[in-house]
């Protein structure tokens, strides 16, 4: 009767190991499903000619007007490469993302970086409460200016950030596509922070992005440039099939 | 004929009236549900309800009766009157891009805002001004998920002397303040001229050469405040990151010197025979004298080249 009882009891308690093992091991594949997750493609195009760039003059800041003196600078409103690949449009997922997708906030923590009287990227994405990180590498100071629409979710704020000071460390708490960025000692500086839910790409010289991990599903994916506005189009993404998507935008 | 004009008309008046009336309704449905704003200064706590009636004759005018800054005067006035519904104020001692302290908002209808046509409200009893307040604050609905930003301290002034005077001179060189407050603060640094607030219009840097009061104040800790601060809506930055206490006393100190009134500092820098920073020195001007003075406002990396 006593051995019964002991047989039964590591049966009960095998069991239990086996179920505990299955379900940490079921848990394990659910986390890193996404990293094998399928990935969107593509290549941003600009059709015609890309609209005439203001060379910047920046002989008001010598320090900055010197680090561009053998390659003069302009405006970077479009910028295209030479087979038409339209660079710094930002590709994200605007419908059909689930919930827990939806709120995922990206863990890096991209760098908004003053150089040369620049900013580097000139346009950056971002989620929702997605840490980034302003320097400032010139020998000049500059004041970092957000200006997210008035009476919406996002604040302005106005920092200054003299050369050697130390990052400034902020976030967006809301999506907002976009927010202008400027610095009022330099005028010509200018460039935008794209604030979206969920994953997202910005397109290189080259006009090619990537939407790293997005589950499967159908999607409307939304490009944006900062003058040439926003497309749209339906994608469908199978488990751990890459997919692709192409965007043109007319030259205005 | 005529009688036809005349039924088109009654039904056009009578259409027009039913959707003037709905429409105010809806407006009046949401007044009374934020009409609940309280503020609180001191012991004082305004209630929004009260103030409709100052409001509306005192503050209408000019911000409009859904405060947005639109009042019949609004058109002739520069600066514009502020856009309550945006919830952005310049004069705060809290961070850039936070909400400004009831007793802020409280101290600027009191104080008036100094070139410009916001006058002073000391007249008013502090009841009807913490009123006032409130009904300020009922304009955003900010004001219900928000509080207020953490408050910047100001310490105690110290007692001013020529070395503080030259540091705060080299970090005016420094910080860059003459880019567009000009290198003898007469407003017309280089970057002056291109400066816009944030409804893109356009606005002047402060004149220290012109003009005694400050926007936000006429004291030293008010100089303290608004450079540590920034002006939210405007140009002008926030400091309070990458300046120390002791270097914004010395930047107060070393501005007293721009000014158009006598001053102790002024009396000092003559003495010393404080000439204008030269922008294009590679280094502060004063540099070579920082060593000296008892805070260290100089970083490693600026050389001491003399002009």
Redesign the interface.
Known sequence: MKKQAWYQGLAIFSAALTLIFVFVMSQREVKAAPASGAGITGTIKLEGTAPHQRPIDMS?E?ACAAVHKANPVTTEKVVAGSGGGLKNVVVYISEGLSGSAENEVASSKPIWDQKGCQYIPHVMGLNPNQHFEVTNSDP??H???P?PK??GPN????????????P?DNTWQAPEVAIHVKC????WMSGYMVVVKGPYGVSDDSGSFKIENVPPGSYTLTAWQETLGTQTQKITVAAGKPATADFTFKAK | MRTQHLNFIACAVAVLAVCSLSSAQVTKYQEDENLGMEAHVGKLTGHAKDAATNYRRYCAGCHGDLGDGEGENAVWLDPKPR?F????FKCRST????LPTDEDLYNTVGRGLESSNMPSWNPLSDQARADLVAYVKHF?D?WKTEKSGAVIEIPPEPAVNAERIKAGQALFQ???CW??HGVEGRANG??AD??TD??NRPIKPFNFHDQTKFKCGAEDRDLYRIFMT?L????????S??VKPDEAWDLVFYLRTLQPMHTQEKEIAKQLGLKPINP?APAPAAAPAAPNAAPTTQ?Q?NENKPQ
């Open positions: 008001k010598p000049t100071s004041n970092i200016h200006m008035p009476g604040h302005e704020w106005n920092k200054s950030q003299p050369s050697g000071a130390p400034i009022n000692i330099h005028p | 856009n519904t945006l919830a952005t961070p850039s891009g936070s955003s900010r420094k910080l860059e880019k567009c280089p970057s291109t400066l944030d409804q920034g939210d809506g405007t140009p002008m930055p926030s400091f990151d990458n294009n970083p990396s």
